[in-house]
């Protein structure tokens, strides 16, 4: 079978010197910087709040594997005082490659932007210095229009605008006074900085169009999870809910909506309503989600893209004026792949950024990775990267001998896929594989080996 994506190289990186695991990849907008995160995990903090271990990790795109350079908050090596900056769920600038949005975490959380200056050798430490004029807590200083009070920060998204040439922000956070809700520095939202407020929906302010069953509880609705996409003129969002029966689902909005909302559930008893993780892809007209496998006791995945705008709705107005003319409304939906896997997977290890699939940025491709050869017992499944081509309506499985592949992510032009892994296939060991930036390395076999968790760049080409 020929496939239509195939991969030139992998890379792999490493913090060799602290031996981090490290998680959630993602590269700036040139493709020349990746950074990585070191993660507090779960199970820690339930042992102890102040258990703050985050930090950021940045490596040159084709630089060697062990060239790591760490970001200090207090650097003093005379005295042996390395303080990093405690932050984690970062993106990076879609229209600048130096800067980076990132939330400091802690006791005091705080969605920040900061600028990179240079990555440097300095008294024989690896460092990130950072541009001092670009350094902002954009929910105090008045940055960026938010005025926040956050008591927690769940996650952010960030959009480019091509009409107003600028990124902008959304967050979902928990104020100081409980109320969760996603804010943006949109101008759209100039007059009203607030999305959505979960406790509008708790209140049963909300609605759903043409459903005869809405996830939307009047008791209690959590927001969980979202995502956002421009189209045209309009704002699309999509949030991931829980409600009373702590089942997950998935709901649209869109820019001409009032204050309904579209639940994204199938009356196809093969779908489970417990919908997680919803994906735009880059034109906004198909989400991605995954779906709880009917099998009682079940923690994978079924992965179901769902098709939002037919060829003759050219904007939001024709789509709302269709369901409006519609006494039912029912999506379309595909079904991509089967035994997906989400943080519920590793247990309480992961954090709620877990990305088990991504779309391309301009192109309809989906990429995926899932379980094979599943051993409860034994603990010996495989976690390949595959992808499927809506255009060609065929995909396949990516030649990447990685194993325990997880956070997945695609640099801004396409070139490069970015997972997290541990180890490497057997058939690749005995073959001595080596990545393609670690050959003439010392110790390079420690990014073969099944310890902690490495960074991994596949460099992609496109028939």
Known sequence: MLFCIKVDYVNAYYDIENKYDLYNPQMNNESTIISAEVYTKKI????????????????????????????????????????????????????????????????QPQFTLSMLDTLLNK?????????????????????????????????????FDIEEDND???????EIYDDVKIATNHPQYLE??????????????????????????????????????????????VFQIRNDEYQNSIIL???????????????????????????????????????????????????YVVNLIGEDDEDCYDFLEKVNENSSFNFNYQLIDSNIMDEDFYGSGERSNFTSHC???????????KTENADSNTGG??????????????GGKLNIPTKNNKYISISDDGQYLLFSFIGIEDEANKNNFQFNNSKGLDKADVLTDFGNNKIGVAKLIYD
Request: proline residues 4%; hydrophobic residues 30%; contains cysteine.
């Open 123 to 159: 008294k024989k430490i690896n460092q990130v210095e950072l541009n001092e004029d670009y350094k902002f807590k954009m929910m105090n200083d008045g940055w960026g229009d938010f005025e926040f009070d956050a008591k927690y920060i769940y996650m952010h998204k960030v959009l």
């Open 44 to 107: 820690d903090l339930v042992k102890s709040k102040k258990a703050n271990k985050d930090e950021l990790i940045f490596f040159n795109n084709n630089g060697n594997s062990f060239e790591s350079f760490q970001l200090f908050k207090t650097f003093k090596p005379e005295y042996k005082i390395k303080v990093p900056y405690h932050s984690g769920f970062l993106s990076w600038s879609k229209y600048d490659p130096k800067i980076i949005y990132s939330i400091l975490t802690g006791d």
């Open 168 to 174: 902008f922000n959304y967050v979902l956070f928990r």
């Open 253 to 303: 909005y869109r820019g001409c909506f009032d204050s309904e909302y579209m639940p994204i559930i199938s009356n196809n008893g093969d779908i489970s309503k417990s919908q997680i993780n919803p994906v735009f892809n880059s034109s906004g007209n198909r989400i991605s989600f995954l779906s709880r496998q009917n099998t009682p006791g079940s923690i994978l995945y079924d992965l």
């Open 381 to 394: 499944a495989n976690h390949p990267i595959y992808y499927f081509d809506f255009d060609k309506n065929k």
């Open 192 to 237: 009203n900085t607030t999305i959505i407020n979960e406790k509008d929906l708790n209140q049963g302010d909300g609605s759903c169009f043409k459903a005869s069953e809405c996830p939307i509880s009047s008791s209690k609705t959590n927001l969980v999870k979202f995502d956002v996409s421009k189209n045209g003129d309009d704002l699309d969002f």
């Open 359 to 369: 779309w391309h940025p301009d192109k309809d491709i989906l990429f995926y990775i």
